[in-house]
């Protein structure tokens, strides 16, 4: 009866290193999403897959970060070359399909630290 | 999300119901009414949505208003574990996968 499980839970790293974090959402959730959330700002949308597909990567805030998610299930996101504006509580969610009819279950996130 | 208006902050006593308000003028007849909430150092909980009825789970009740203007979040008897930030929303038909708070309700359980 897992959730929607994060890891690392915590990552600090130096300034132009790559991270990689990842998402395992609940199992048979078709939709995921990856949000991400500084300190006391709200919730930015980052992207969103169906299956293996992301119909919607248009929060990615630059080239430098990627997302895939394999066998419609475990999702990971890539950030290249490190700034410290990158730091920040990086959520996923996962859903039963992306409808707005549907609930959206989060994971406690990474939260990310850029030194 | 389109915007919706919520007060800042909240404070209840435990075991004691509390009604937390939140105004949607703006609404669209197929959009759903969400409410997520977060404990400090967590994700965000779903803890109810609904269209035109009224809702109840295991968490809570949601009244919806019959103009759909407006809604209620009702936790029925608070605990210490309830104290978050509460957020109203409601996903814009198109995009409802991209869930976007705002300030939200700081509700906080006094012992």
């Known amino acids: 009866g897992a959730g929607v499980s994060q890891s690392p839970s915590n990552k600090v790293t130096e300034k132009g290193k790559d991270v990689e974090l990842r998402c395992d959402p609940i199992s048979g959730h078709t939709a995921l999403y990856w949000y991400r959330q500084s300190l006391g700002q709200g919730l930015e949308f980052l992207i969103y897959f169906q299956g293996n597909s992301a119909p919607d990567k248009s929060g990615l805030p630059s080239d430098r970060f990627s997302a895939e998610r394999t066998g419609g299930s475990v999702s990971t996101l890539t950030i290249q070359r490190t700034q410290q504006e990158d730091s920040a509580v990086y959520l996923c969610?996962?859903?039963?399909?992306?409808?707005?009819?549907?609930?959206?279950?989060f994971g406690d996130g990474t939260r990310l630290s850029i030194l | 999300d389109a915007k919706t208006t919520q007060p800042n902050s909240m404070e209840s006593n435990e075991e004691e119901p509390v009604h937390l308000p939140c105004n949607h003028s703006t609404i669209s007849g197929t959009d759903y009414i969400h409410w997520y909430r977060q404990l400090p150092s967590q994700g965000p909980e779903y803890v109810i949505h609904?269209?035109?009825s009224n809702v109840n789970n295991r968490m809570a009740s949601l009244a919806i208003a019959e103009d759909r203007k407006s809604s209620t979040l009702i936790l029925h008897r608070a605990t210490l574990r309830d104290a978050a930030v509460y957020y109203c929303i409601h996903p814009l038909t198109g995009s409802n996968y991209k869930l976007t708070f705002g300030k939200g309700t700081l509700l906080t359980v006094n012992p």
């Open positions: 969610a996962s859903s039963f399909a992306g409808y707005s009819n549907q609930p959206q279950h």
């Open positions: 609904g269209l035109t």
